[in-house]
């Protein structure tokens, strides 16, 4: 069973930085994209970022690009550093995983090409 579990979400103040991590397990994600959504209360899920199998590709919301910093670890493991955070990023953050091999380009920005999901980490921005 696959399993993508996130974690580093909590409260920081505006401004603030915080990183989250996701960690799959069950099979293999060492050739599959990996992205970041978000879904703040009443609002669509959003998109922030999302990485391509190699590491080598990158792609970010217009809202987060400069401030966001996606990467990868090891094949399972996937990273969002958040830098300069505002109060309208406030939000539940989730990981996911493309079940496909070799995503590139703009089909990571659509929630629609991940097939797995975790069940999300909240992140709270004071002002």
């Known amino acids: 069973q696959v399993q993508l579990v996130e974690s580093g979400g909590g409260l920081v103040q505006a401004g603030g930085s915080l990183r989250l991590s996701c960690a799959a397990s069950?099979?293999?994600?060492?050739?599959?994209?990996m992205g970041w959504f978000r879904q703040a209360p009443g609002k669509e899920r959003e998109f922030v970022a999302a990485?391509?199998?190699?590491?080598?590709?990158t792609y970010y919301g217009d809202s987060v690009k400069g401030r966001f910093t996606i990467s990868r670890g090891n094949a399972n493991t996937v990273y969002l550093q958040m830098n300069s955070l505002k109060p309208e990023e406030t939000a539940v953050y989730y990981c996911a995983a493309d079940g496909n091999s070799y995503g590139t380009g703009s089909s990571l920005y659509t929630g629609a090409t991940y097939d797995y999901w975790g069940q999300g980490t909240q992140v709270t921005v004071s002002s």
């Open positions: 069950g099979r293999t994600f060492s050739r599959s994209a």
């Open positions: 990485i391509s199998w190699s590491g080598s590709s």
